[in-house]
């Protein structure tokens, strides 16, 4: 669960970039995030990660408060919570197998589950003939997949996706909302930016509207309606 609780965020004197959110993520969701350049959307999210702090309110991940975790309390939280951003952030020279292997190992796998559970997430995600391909050898749709085979990996109890049709043409975009869909079916709990209504109506679930700092609609069954 994921409870925002009057947050509001001053990144300096002007007008804030959150102002008083208020709003609760169940366990298995797939909460869909909307709102203009602007909006507040990337604050709201980098609060989640604990990226950044609120100036008033806190921000809970179960029963933890994020914005006073220190040290290994961080790097915990972060271990549960998968990520996948616009740019991909993959490591540009090692092959699909290596940049999951990576992620894995990073979290204290054994050899032998990396082994195993690779080949089996790059097949989760389509990817199984890409295996040992490099990004640059792959396109955009199949970049943004293996970076959402990453975030799965380790078996986040959420993943948190940051416009990650943002680059993507619309078929690519299809398939990653498909992907995230499968994911959440399988009882990850998914947060989502889009600014793309196809995405969100093709969704059919919750959607939050972000406006100045402020949510002004929250709909269970959401469509786009900026
Ligand atoms: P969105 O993701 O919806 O585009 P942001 O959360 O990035 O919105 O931005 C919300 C507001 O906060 C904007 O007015 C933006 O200029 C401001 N802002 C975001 N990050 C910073 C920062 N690091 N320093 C100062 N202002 C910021």
Known sequence: MIYFNKVSKYYNDSYPALAGVDFVVSPGEFVTIVG???????????????????????????????????????????????????????LPNKTAYENIAFAMEAAGKTDEEIESDVPHVLDLVDLGHKIFSFPHEMSGGERQRLAIARAIINQPEMIIADEPTGNLDPINTYEVVQILKKINDLGTTVILTTHNKGVVDSIGKRVITMEKGKIVRDDKAGSYVL
């Not at 203009?36 to 950044?52: F, Q, R, V, W």
């Not at 008033?56 to 179960?62: I, L, N, P, R, T």
């Not at 914005?67 to 790097?75: F, P, Y």
């Open 36 to 90: 203009h350049s602007g909006a507040g959307k990337s604050t709201l999210i980098k609060m989640i990660l604990a990226d950044e702090k609120p100036s008033e309110g806190s921000v809970f991940f179960e029963s933890l408060d994020i914005g006073r975790l220190r040290g290994r309390d961080l790097i915990n939280l972060r271990r549960r919570i998968g990520t996948v951003f616009q740019d991909f952030r993959l």
